[in-house]
């Protein structure tokens, strides 16, 4: 038959395995490749020019 354990040493296993959880899931969230390579320079425009935009009317 297993030991009862003291309700304190539950709770340390608990905090400690939610701070593994929380530490594995903030390291899973920012391992992903950023957007940042396929972004617009600063500076230049993302809409078309307006004689393109006049054209396209028919």
């Known amino acids: 038959m297993p030991v009862r354990t003291r309700a304190a040493e539950r709770y340390a296993r608990a905090i400690a395995a939610a ?3 929380v530490a594995c899931l903030l390291l899973a969230a920012n391992a992903g490749p ?4 396929h972004a617009p320079a600063p500076g230049h425009e993302i809409a078309p020019p307006a004689e393109e935009l006049a054209s396209s009317d028919g």
């Open 19 to 21: 701070l593994a959880a």
């Open 34 to 37: 950023t957007d940042s390579a």
